[in-house]
């Protein structure tokens, strides 16, 4: 069942993936800052969690699979 789990946070950090460059290629073209930082930093603490669950799944793969 962690195998799964990890299959899991993977594609999802994919989809995110995904996600954030639509996010990016919204934004404006030019040197101006985005006027709300909050979807950025949001879709950078969604991947930050999916990897960190990820990785710890891999770990434990060895010990509870």
């Given at each position: 069942?962690?195998?799964?789990?990890?299959?899991?946070?993977?594609?999802?950090?994919?989809?995110?993936l995904v996600?954030?460059?639509r996010y990016?290629?919204?934004?404006p073209?030019?040197?101006?800052?985005?006027?709300?930082?909050d979807?950025?930093?949001g879709?950078?603490?969604?991947a930050?969690v999916?990897?960190?669950v990820?990785?710890?799944?891999?770990?434990l793969?060895?010990?509870v699979?």
């Amino acid at each position: 069942w962690i195998y799964w789990v990890k299959l899991t946070a993977v594609t999802l950090a994919m989809v995110n993936l995904v996600r954030t460059r639509r996010y990016l290629e919204t934004l404006p073209a030019s040197g101006a800052q985005a006027q709300s930082g909050d979807g950025g930093r949001g879709f950078a603490w969604v991947a930050l969690v999916l990897w960190a669950v990820a990785t710890t799944a891999g770990r434990l793969m060895a010990y509870v699979g």
